[in-house]
């Protein structure tokens, strides 16, 4: 089976780079047939990584304990389901992973321009294989997934403790999803600058592609958050760690390109300023690998490092290289017939949300890379912590809360001081009451204050259009309400599903808010009958319980809870240890409700004594942040959701879309 | 003024506001990321300064109070070639042989993290204080120790070269 994996990433490999070759020739040839063979080569390469991923698969199901993989992180006792989780559990198998949605991706855009695009997908099928080519690359000629040991262990080494956590089976999957997404929209960008088709077409036919990646890189990052809440024990879910940020830059360009490609789409403007977001959120992505394999940046959750690190760093040089040369090839033909008319205008508005989200980008990538350039510059390795990053990104996106309530609603061009009056009136005067309630409930935290009075006046910005429109059609057409609504929504999905993706934003802004700032932290040694308050809990130490089974021992400590004297439950906080890889870990344990998380970590158990440490933590309003997730998935799926009237338009106006057209 | 001005020195005033936040945050925030040894070669030098030092937790000298949480340690140099990243790695440096031998009792309060034991590395962040240095924060690293295990006999594989 190993020797199938290997035949299918050797010949992934040249079917690959034969791809590159016919593709780039045929486009300039203008050789049909050879544009032909290079489509056919992507098809054949997803087969054949497809194959190589079967293949990895079945060895870690049947245990195949001889190949260095399998052994290092399965066991027979790991549970099936982080069985294949192990797939992307290690360095190897994550880049052949990748390189597998990568290939997947590519057959899905092969399969969706095959009558479509003609002058473009030579380029784009190029592009997409050339990134292909090179993750393949690395497991032919650097680090073989299918490598065989010159013995066969009786038992693997087991997938890190860490890991085995269900938040962890699917948090690396969207991320990578994610990550890889965001290679389509720039193969198209790419293929634009060099056929010099710069028109509106390329962010057509990617339009769907950037929001689905978006989508994931949201869900990635949250799904991040969520496993560090609830595995790593600290009471936070987000500690500015390289690895966190890594994930989080794409995220940030990605947010600003989806905002500024609608002013290229109404304006045409900013086409620039579109290819440069394109380039650095591929670009983002590949350096976000980069830091994670290299190194270079010591991070206490890369949990691998590996000489990747040069490898990395050449290919993200060379596509920088490539697309900035192209760039500044093609600029003359970018330049844009319109420009700003007013301060107060969406335009305006627009802008400065894509100035802010790259400058918070811009701060997280200089905190990131401090510590280099700090010792490359004086010798001296400097870092800064999570209080740099928050100190620098609160002001930041508390701008950014407040450009999000008025750039859905001012108006294009220039806006005149009764159209502000009109749409904004209510909306500042909800937030000035909001921020005077929380000033009177939550005293003198500035910060909090301000966040939720800004949130206030976004939140009912998105109501007044939604209330708006509904109201209109109502009195036009006489809908009733729910019909009214639901068709306001259906008509224009992209902007109600953009309103509703701001509602999720600003739940999760609440959440982190809320929690960061009115967070309580106890810590207490107690013997068992002992108790210890926080909050309006009160929590009981009774002893512990014990479990165990082949793979894991767990000891759990009875901790009964009551909330103003009412029971509320037992809640069990662990100590594991894992015996495969003897690695002790802690599990908490989480009381949640809509108003606070109440998290409890058992800090450590003494047998003798039977007494122990309990570490309690009340984070306010934590489960806002996760539902706001909800919100803003359910939101981006509005948007993405095809419809109707969009394919009979542009199935008429012979615009190729994103999606595929009745087959 | 016409229009286009009026933007760009309004993206400038955009552009210097995000410049003096971060100049601003990284002098008050920062701290120097460095190991024992190369602390130790001049401990006068980062006298009233953040430290970020990593180093080993010296076998025998970890006093728990698991009552007060109250945690005391000797830190010492990790022994070349095994740190990882989390050693001295400036190019062509050899430090002084005292610098070497230099440990650092460290205190902490709060709760172990769960790799912490004799014998690991680990990094500590926080301040010198009359020869003791006083941790607000604790890491272990990455289970490197684990790491090095495995790839032992991934070598042994290398040598007898991979399957075709």
Redesign the interface.
């Given at each position: 089976m190993s020797e199938i994996g290997r035949l299918a990433i050797v010949l992934g490999f040249v079917v690959a780079l034969w791809g590159i070759g016919a593709s780039v020739v045929g486009a300039l040839r203008r050789d049909r047939d050879l544009v032909a063979s290079g489509s056919h080569a992507a098809y054949a390469f997803s087969a054949l990584v497809g194959i190589a991923v079967a293949a990895l698969l079945t060895l870690l199901l049947t245990h195949d304990f001889n190949v260095e993989y399998v052994a290092s992180y399965s066991s027979t006792t790991l549970p099936t389901w982080y069985t294949i989780a192990a797939l992307w559990g290690g360095m190897k198998g994550s880049l052949l992973w990748w390189t597998f949605i990568l290939a997947v991706c590519n057959a899905i855009v092969q399969a969706q321009n095959r009558a479509k695009n003609r002058d473009a997908m030579p380029w784009v099928t190029a592009v997409l294989l050339s990134v292909g080519a090179f993750f393949l690359s690395l497991l032919v000629f650097v680090t073989d997934p299918f490598e065989r040991l010159s013995f066969t262990p009786a038992e693997g080494s087991d997938l890190n403790p860490l890991l085995q956590n269900y938040w962890m089976t699917i948090h690396p999957p969207s991320l990578y999803v994610g990550f890889v997404t965001t290679t389509v929209p720039f193969a198209f960008a790419i293929a634009a600058l060099a056929t010099g088709k710069l028109g509106d077409n390329w962010i057509r036919t990617t339009r769907r592609w950037t929001i689905f990646s978006w989508f994931f890189l949201t869900l990635g990052n949250l799904f991040g958050a969520a496993w560090a809440y609830v595995v790593l024990g600290w009471g936070g879910y987000w500690a500015w760690d390289p690895v966190e940020n890594a994930a989080f830059m794409p995220w940030l360009t990605s947010t600003a390109f989806l905002h500024s490609v609608m002013i290229q789409e109404k304006k045409d403007m900013l086409k620039v300023w579109n290819m440069v977001l394109v380039i650095l959120t591929f670009a983002l992505t590949i350096f976000g690998t980069f830091l994670t394999r290299s190194g270079v940046i010591s991070s206490v959750h890369s949990f691998t490092q590996s000489g990747m690190g040069p490898f990395f760093m050449g290919f993200l040089l060379f596509v920088l290289a490539v697309s900035i040369g192209l760039l500044a090839w093609r600029l003359p033909m970018l330049k844009s017939r319109n420009e700003l008319e007013s301060v107060f205008s969406r335009e305006a508005a627009f802008l400065l949300n894509n100035l802010v989200l790259v400058g918070i980008a811009f701060t997280v990538f200089w905190g990131t890379v401090f510590p280099v350039i700090s010792e490359w510059v004086r010798g001296v390795k400097i870092t800064v912590g999570p209080p740099f990053f928050n100190r620098v990104n609160a002001p930041l996106a508390l701008a950014l809360v407040l450009l999000m309530g008025i750039g859905p609603v001012i108006a294009w061009r220039r806006a005149s001081w009764q159209s502000l009056k009109r749409s904004f009136l209510w909306p500042t005067a909800t937030g000035l009451a909001v921020g005077l309630a929380s000033l009177l409930l939550a005293g003198g935290n500035f910060y909090a204050v301000v966040a939720f009075s800004l949130s206030a006046f976004a939140l009912t910005t998105v109501w007044t259009e939604f209330w708006r429109g509904m109201r209109v059609r109502q009195a036009m057409l006489g809908e009733p309400a729910w019909t009214a609504l639901s068709r306001l929504v259906g008509k224009n999905r992209r902007r109600y599903g953009g309103y509703v993706v701001h509602v999720g934003t600003a739940m999760v802004f609440i959440g982190i808010v809320a929690s960061s700032v009115f967070k309580l932290e106890k810590q207490q040694g107690l013997e068992p009958g002992g108790t210890v308050d926080i909050g309006p809990y009160t929590l009981r130490y009774d002893g512990v319980r014990t479990e165990s089974d082949p793979h894991v021992d767990k000891t759990l400590a009875q901790v009964f809870v009551t909330r103003d004297g009412k029971p509320v439950g037992t809640l069990e906080p662990e100590k594991r240890f894992y015996k495969r890889t003897k690695q002790p870990t802690t599990e908490v344990a989480i009381w949640s409700t809509l108003g606070s998380d109440l998290y409890v970590v058992l800090g450590s158990y003494d047998p003798p004594t039977k007494s122990a440490v309990l570490q309690v933590f009340l984070n306010p309003l934590m489960s806002w942040m996760w539902l706001g997730g909800v919100v803003m998935a359910l939101g981006t799926a509005i948007c993405m959701w095809p419809s109707w009237s969009e394919r009979t338009a542009t199935a008429t106006a012979g615009v190729p879309a994103g999606t595929r057209t009745a087959s | 003024m016409n229009?286009?001005s009026?933007?760009l020195v309004?993206?400038a005033i955009?552009?210097a506001a995000?410049g003096t936040?971060?100049w601003t945050?990284?002098r008050?925030?920062?701290?120097?990321?460095?190991t024992v040894d190369e602390w130790a070669v001049d401990p006068k030098a980062h006298a009233d300064a953040a430290l970020?030092l990593a180093g080993r937790v010296s076998q025998g000298t970890v006093q728990w109070n698991?009552?007060?949480?109250d945690l005391a340690f000797v830190l010492m140099p990790i022994p070349k070639g095994q740190g990882?990243?989390?050693e001295a790695r400036?190019a062509g440096e050899v430090l002084p042989a005292a610098a070497a031998a230099a440990r650092l009792p460290v205190s902490y309060n709060?709760?172990?993290p769960?790799?912490f034991a004799d014998g690991r590395d680990v990094?500590v962040?926080g301040h010198v204080v009359d020869g003791v240095f006083h941790a607000k924060s604790l890491?272990t690293?990455?289970?490197s120790k684990?790491?090095a295990?495995?790839q032992a006999?991934?070598g042994?594989?290398?040598?007898?070269g991979?399957?075709?």
């Open positions: - | 229009r286009k009026k933007f309004g993206a955009i552009v995000v936040l971060v945050a990284v008050e925030t920062s701290a120097y990321f460095m970020r698991p009552k007060t949480l990882g990243t989390h400036r709060g709760i172990l769960d790799m990094i962040e890491l690293t990455c289970p684990y790491e295990d495995k006999p991934a042994e594989a290398g040598d007898n991979s399957p075709a």
